[in-house]
């Protein structure tokens, strides 16, 4: 696994252990070369989602990309990062569920409300009064970058 700070390829793995209730595997890693440290997380590919957007373009599912948005819309929000983890597999999973390996993003939008809704109502109505817009915006780049609480600051 290439190290995110200097590209080195020989990183070391320090520690594994399950996360998200077996779900993943998260593993800390080293680099010998500049002494980062990173953590990567081992998942089962059920199938390989593509995303269809409001105007027909097909785009592969990217679980970083839903992740950011989510993380965006619980930006200082008291949501334990372990139960947001749980969230997106829990997204993830029902959309790799849904016997279609082609699914709308306005499909997707209305999961991570449901989802949102159930955890952080204040998350939820950010998400939800971007998403009004999303519907007539045509992609998730757009949306991801209008998301931003308020008070966004540091990450
Ligand atoms: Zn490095």
Not at 35 to 62: A, H, M, P, W
Not at 99 to 127: Q, W
Request: aromatic share 8%; charged share 35%.
């Amino acid at each position: 696994m290439r190290c995110p700070f200097c590209g080195n390829i020989d990183t070391q793995v320090k520690d594994s252990r399950p996360a998200e209730d077996h779900v993943a595997i998260r593993r800390r890693r080293f680099c010998p070369a500049c002494g980062g440290r990173f953590t990567t997380y081992e998942r089962v590919q059920l199938r390989d989602l593509v995303v269809i957007k409001s105007n027909g373009r097909r785009e592969d599912f990217d679980r970083d990309k839903l992740e950011r948005s989510i993380r965006i819309a619980l930006q200082k929000r008291p949501v334990d990062p372990e139960r947001m983890d749980q969230m997106i597999s829990g997204i993830v999973r029902r959309l790799e569920s849904m016997g279609e390996t082609d699914i709308p993003s306005k499909v997707i939008g209305e999961i991570v409300m449901e989802a949102l809704a159930r955890i952080d109502t204040v998350a939820y109505v950010r998400f939800a009064s971007v998403y009004k817009n999303f519907q007539a915006a045509d992609d998730f780049d757009k949306f991801v970058s209008e998301l931003r609480p308020p008070a966004a600051a540091e990450e």
